[in-house]
Structures are given as C-alpha cells and as structure tokens.
C-alpha cells in the first residue's frame, strides 16, 4: 500500500525557517499531486501548499505565499515545504497527502486526498 512519511518538524523562533520533507513509496502512479496541510488544536485542517508532480504546477494558500516554497525531487521520490519567516500562528501538525488520476477535486479539497502520513509536529514561539 501507499506509504507517505513526514519529516523535518520541530520547535523554533518566530522568523526562523524549517525544511518539511514527504516520502512517498508504494504508489503505482507516476505523477502524483501531493499536499501539504495543517490542522492546529481545535481547527479544521487547511491546505498550505500542493504540487502537481507532472509538470511542476504548484499552489499556495494565500496566508502562506512569499514565505513557503513547496519542491519536489523526483528521483527521491520527495517532496520539500521550505518555511520561512515562521510565525506563532503557523503552528500545527503538518500532513502530506497524495492523490493520482483523475486528480479529483481541487488542490486544497481534503476529502480528495485518500493517502495520508501521520504528520510532523512544527511549533512557533513568540
């Protein structure tokens, strides 16, 4: 089955920067979509970031633009959420999630993404 794994989580200062890794193995696709999400204490879980691996096409959940950069590297099977400028309120559980063809829904649709990793814990300090 799908095996996606969060990496790189961790506790910082506000303005810091962390580097967010996915690993994704066990998928028979070739050109996923994958997300990154958050879900902070008592909140919904909201799109961040996600990428289309066939052609590079990424997106950005206004609050986040100018300060996160999502990549991927193909050959590592690895997608990066590089963070910058990290506030309190970027605080939560960050999760990645993949989707293959038909790439239903919309990039930052939840319930369109049917794999997902357990998460990695990033935490801004005022």
């Known amino acids: 089955q799908v095996q996606v794994v969060e990496s790189g989580g961790g506790s910082v200062q506000a303005g810091g920067s962390l580097r967010l890794s996915c690993a994704a193995s066990g998928y028979t696709y070739s050109t996923p979509c994958v997300g990154w999400f958050r879900q902070a204490p008592g909140a919904e879980r909201e799109g961040v970031a996600a990428i289309y691996t066939g052609g590079g096409s990424t997106y950005y959940a206004d609050s986040v633009k100018g300060r996160f950069t999502i990549s991927h590297d193909n050959a590592k099977n690895t997608v990066y959420l590089q963070i910058n400028s990290l506030k309190p309120e970027d605080t939560a559980m960050y999760y990645c999630?993949?989707?293959?063809?038909?790439?239903?829904?919309?990039?930052?649709?939840?319930?369109?993404?049917?794999?997902w990793g357990q998460g990695t814990q990033v935490t801004v300090s005022s």
């Open positions: 999630a993949m989707k293959g063809p038909p790439y239903a829904g919309r990039w930052y649709e939840v319930p369109s993404y049917k794999n």
